[in-house]
């Protein structure tokens, strides 16, 4: 494996697929999405994992592969990204999330948020720390891909931001 020239889509499938190989099972949540989604317009430097598996384990796996632990975090001296493993559950604000995305590659498969949901966790950054990078992470998933509108409505109405929703729908909408 190169991991120099590796891209992060096809990283994020290969630690994926490793870790399912031994058991552990993984969503991919937080920027990566956006970087997989934008086609690296926006460009990620680490990948955050969803466990509920203890780190010894992960450990144990990613390990002859190069990566070295540094608490819930592994590098690789040869590889541009970070792999990270946050907290349980998978939420975007207050909303528990199930369903993900799978995505295929010859590297293997991956789950990770649904652009939807990849969008509310970006917008989630705005609405709680007006978060303007996160903002436009948010319009380029939802130029390119169909978001559930009225989900995101129910959800931002629920988080007590529908007006920033509306912002940010306002500026979906307008020509570039």
């Known amino acids: 494996m190169n991991f120099k020239k590796i891209d992060i889509k096809d ?3 290969y630690i994926y697929a490793t870790l399912k190989t031994a058991g552990i ?20 430097l680490d990948l955050d994992f969803v466990t509920y598996e203890e780190m010894r384990p992960i450990e144990t796996v990613l390990k002859p ?3 070295q632990r540094r608490g819930r975090c592994f590098s690789h001296e040869e590889c541009p990204y970070l792999l990270d493993f946050v907290n349980p559950p998978i939420s975007v604000g207050g909303e528990s999330i199930k369903d993900f995305k799978t995505l295929k590659t010859s590297y293997g498969s991956l789950q990770l948020l649904t652009p939807t ?10 609405f709680h720390w ?3 990078q996160a903002f436009e992470q948010a319009l380029l998933v ?4 169909k978001i559930k509108v009225n989900n995101l409505k129910r959800w931002a109405r629920e988080e007590g931001h529908s007006d920033r929703l509306n912002q940010f729908l306002k500026s979906l909408n307008s020509p570039a």
């Open 142 to 145: 939802a130029k390119d891909h």
């Open 25 to 44: 099972d993984a969503v991919l949540v937080g920027g990566a999405c956006v970087s997989i989604y934008s086609q690296n317009r926006y460009q990620s």
């Open 117 to 126: 949901d990849s969008v509310k966790d970006r917008l989630a950054a705005f």
């Open 130 to 132: 007006n978060d303007r």
């Open 11 to 13: 990283l994020a499938c």
């Open 65 to 67: 592969l190069g990566f």
